[in-house]
């Protein structure tokens, strides 16, 4: 773990001088230079003093740069297609998903299936048919359901026009690696 990098990236960001952080914090500028050298490891109490200081959450700086925030930029989301359907992958991380689904009139998200994990949609554009077992419901601009992705469902444009879906949908990351 690079804690001391961190935290010597998010003070000087702050433009707080070590002799600042000392003051604020109790703590030594030899001790705060092995921190920040990572030359030495703090307790959890030391670093919840650090971080509180700093303004930042103490499970911050805790995160591998892999756990950071991740960011898509509209121009290079990636896209995709099948069966007449137009797929934009806004985001992903961890067991959770984010995209648009673009559905001309007609169109369906494939058969009724199933699949591990929790789903919402949210109607952005048009008029959408969802069935989930035995429930059925028309779903206009505005609209949102959720369901558990375990029982078999279904998803087809109702309208005349195109229907844009943003859908939500979560995996346990240790489940989806398995299957």
């Known amino acids: 773990m690079d804690i001391g990098t961190k935290i010597r990236a998010i003070r ?8 600042q952080m000392c003051e604020g914090t109790g703590l030594s500028k030899g001790f705060i230079s092995n921190v920040e050298n990572n030359n030495t490891s703090p307790s959890i109490s030391t670093l919840s003093t650090i971080a ?9 700086l805790l995160l591998e740069k892999k756990q950071h925030m991740r ?9 995709s297609s099948f069966n007449n359907l137009t797929i934009e992958h806004l985001a992903s991380k ?37 069935e989930q077992g035995e429930d059925s419901i028309i779903a206009e601009k505005g609209d949102s359901f959720s369901w558990n992705a375990s029982v078999p469902h279904y998803v087809k444009n109702a309208g005349d026009s195109k229907a844009v879906i943003l859908i939500s949908s979560y995996t346990d ?7």
Do not use: C, W
């Not at 990351?173 to 299957?179: H, I, T």
């Open 12 to 19: 000087n960001r702050k433009k707080i001088t070590i002799a």
């Open 52 to 60: 509180s200081y700093l303004g930042v959450p103490l499970p911050y």
């Open 71 to 79: 960011v898509v930029r509209k121009d290079e989301r990636p896209q």
């Open 94 to 130: 961890g067991g959770l998903t984010l995209k648009i689904v673009e559905l001309p009139p007609g169109a369906s998200i494939g058969e009724p299936h199933a699949h591990e994990g929790e789903e919402t949609h949210l109607i952005l554009e048009g008029k959408i048919f969802a």
């Open 173 to 179: 990351a240790e489940l989806r690696d398995m299957l």
